[in-house]
């Protein structure tokens, strides 16, 4: 048996370091509950970054999983599968949209929704229209395409030339928008609220602006729901409040319980300019992965579900306003559903480490938001816990 700093001395010499991981070792996950190496509990109000909606080792995706496991594991998108066919329906009978493509991973929706976006515009334009507008403060992911969406110069200096094509506006700015935007225009790509640039949400005005402007200029509104999509804000879809629909949209961290999934939906209208070897990927939708998925959509699609996400929202936001009130630190907080960022006026770093010291797993946005996203399957108490460890953790700034 490996102790807790033979594990970190293995990452330390055998896995490259593309990331600054926490000073424990996870082992085991419960409900909204992890336990370390040491046997430490910790409340998780990070859910993998927006991923474990339903919690660790919920009894239904568990089921789906371990009966599909034994089932069928495994077979190339050469054949049907079940649980596929049935994610699909699911997800389009759900959505704006008439059909979906699934990859693997947030990044590979987003570029799927690239290409399947200038196949489109191709079709219908000719190959000249292939430019995107992407937003400041966006994240997009970290493949060539998606960086070239994702305007942070620390992610993308290292790594030019990347896609070329890619125009930066103001989020929330639609005059920054029109600016760009001209005949080479095949797409604008937009997070209905965005999660790593600060939990900023869109305006259901933007969102029009934006749909009027695509529209009077050929060009595909696209929606980035990868971290906010699935109930996290407390309706299915981020955007479903603006009512404003777009014509691709991608989907990943939440959908599949924890392995990994991406979608990319889309309608008719793009899905027809799609062909037989435009795109595809060797695990998506694999039947565990999708089985798991039907668990968790049939979950969270559920009105109770998501009015429990909505009551438990408000809740958490009258706790951290009663914070804001003690806290100077704390400069704005603001968010929807179980997605929250508290803007404070200096980094969030030792705030983070305090909570985690006392129990309580909370990330950033950025240097100076502190962000979070419980599972969404979290009761009154868990709450309260947290923001009990959150005041004592703001008082470490
Ligand atoms: C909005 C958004 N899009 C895309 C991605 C990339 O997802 P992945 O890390 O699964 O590639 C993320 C990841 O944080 C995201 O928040």
Redesign the pocket.
Known sequence: MLDTQQIKDLDAQYVVHTYNRAPFVLERGEGVWLYDTEGKAYLDFVSG??VNALGHAHPAVVQAIVEQVGRLDHVSNLYHTVPQARLAQMLVEASFADKVFFCN??????EAAIKFARKWARANYGSEKNEFITLSGA????TLG?LALTPREHYQEPFRPLMPGAKVATFNDLASVEALMDEHTCAVIV?PL???GGVNAATPEFLQGLRDLCDRNGSLLIY?E???GLGRTGTLWAHEPSGVTPDIM?L??PIAGGLPM?CTLMTQAVADTIEPGDHGSTFAANPIAASAAVAVVGIISQPSFLEHVRWCGGYLEAGLLKLQETHDCIQQVRGRGLIWGVECNTAVGPAVNAAAAEGLLVLNAGANVLRLLPPLIIEQEHMDRALTILDQAFGAL
């Not at 994240?139 to 970290?142: A, D, I, K, L, P």
């Open positions: 970054i927006a991973s947030g990044t590979e929706s987003v994240f997009h992911g970290r998606a997070e965005q999660g790593e980035d990868v971290q906010c991608t990943a961290k991406g």
